[in-house]
């Protein structure tokens, strides 16, 4: 494994553990200080994170496919998450406002940054 691929790696599961340490369950256990200090580390290595993606560079075709393969598959699971969310809390009788707020976000994006690329080029 090369040492950009360590950094991703390690950048990546960073992120995800603070993403699910900063969840409920988990805070009614740390101390406010603590949370606040894990939100800003959350942001701060989601910044980390955005920087790989954005950076991320194929060496050749099979390379970009492999991206783009990653892309779709990550942008379809995270919706899939939003939706079966929504889905729940409809059921549940009360829905959080950022759930449909994030997978609105996420289409919207997609679909102007597709209008704009397809125009452009």
């Known amino acids: ?10 950048i990546t599961i960073a992120f995800l553990f603070l993403v699910i340490f900063t969840c409920d369950p ?7 200080s603590l949370q606040k200090g894990l939100v800003i580390l ?25 991206a783009q393969l990653a892309g779709r598959i ?18 549940m009788t009360s829905v959080d406002i950022w759930l449909p707020v994030a997978l609105l976000a996420m289409v919207a994006g997609k679909l102007g940054t597709r209008m704009y690329l397809r125009n452009r080029c």
């Open 26 to 32: 988990m805070l009614s256990f740390i101390p406010i």
């Open 42 to 66: 959350l942001i701060v290595v989601f910044g980390f994170f955005a920087g790989a993606v954005w950076h991320e560079r194929s060496r050749d075709e099979r390379e970009q496919h492999h």
């Open 74 to 91: 990550g942008y379809l699971a995270g919706i899939l998450v939003l939706v079966v969310g929504i889905a729940y809390q409809v059921f």
């Open 1 to 10: 494994m090369e040492r950009k691929e360590l950094l991703e790696l390690i």
